[in-house]
């Protein structure tokens, strides 16, 4: 495989955060920038710093990776969060075994440097979800986080068809179903830059729970 990779970045509302995020961009990898629907400068200030820009209307997590994965071009694709609660320097920690073959689909294990950095009710929802993963499909996983690569062609073949909150599990289950090898690696969680959209509240967190929930009754695993 090639050793650029692209790294999907979703986006809603993060102008503040992307200089942070985009100067810890590891050499060798092209930053997809995929603006959701911002009402900041989040577009402007990541072409600034030479992002490609992908403008995804459909809100949702699934839709913005979804053309992210669609407009890269790299044998390699990884996809982070692009508010700072990720250091972008570890990403080789999790595409170095997808580029070695070691793995197809690598996930990100979360580890909080603070208390701040993972509020109670998402990181309980989350070992729930992953627990739920666990017997369900066998898998040796504890985290359903965002941070995660895999083959670019590959994870497009999967069709995932989810646009919302459901789309980081139901990309593992179609993966387990497809019998990848997939691995997980420790990764650093931060408190994120600003106010979070998504899992960092509890209508949040409720949304990704009943979208995940509903991927996994259908899962069709043992």
Do not use: Q
Not at 170 to 187: D, F, K, Q, T
């Amino acid at each position: 495989m090639s050793g650029t990779i692209d790294v999907v970045l979703p986006c809603l509302d993060e102008a503040a955060a992307l200089p942070g995020v985009l100067r810890g961009l590891p050499a060798g990898m092209r930053a997809i920038v995929v603006d959701n629907g911002s009402s900041d400068d989040s577009a402007s200030v990541a072409e600034e710093l030479g992002a490609t820009v992908v403008h995804e209307p459909r809100r949702g997590f699934g839709a913005a990776v979804h053309a992210g994965v669609s407009a890269a071009t790299a044998d390699v694709v990884a996809i982070c969060d692009a508010d700072g609660s990720f250091d972008l320097a570890e990403l080789p920690r999790v595409t170095g075994p997808v580029l070695t073959g070691e793995s197809d689909l690598v996930l990100g294990r979360r580890i909080p440097v603070s208390r701040t950095a993972w509020p109670p009710h998402a990181r309980f929802a989350n070992a729930y979800l992953a627990r739920r993963l666990r017997k369900i499909a066998g898998l040796d996983l504890h985290d359903l986080g965002p941070m995660r690569a895999a083959g670019r062609e590959k994870l497009l073949s999967l069709g995932l068809r989810d646009r919302r909150s459901g789309y980081p599990l139901e990309m593992v289950l179609a993966a387990a179903r497809e019998g990848w090898h997939i691995s997980e690696v420790e990764v650093t969680y931060r408190p994120r830059n600003g106010r979070s959209k998504v899992t960092g509240t509890v209508r949040g967190t409720a949304l990704a729970v009943a979208d995940m929930s509903r991927m996994l009754r259908g899962a069709g695993l043992r």
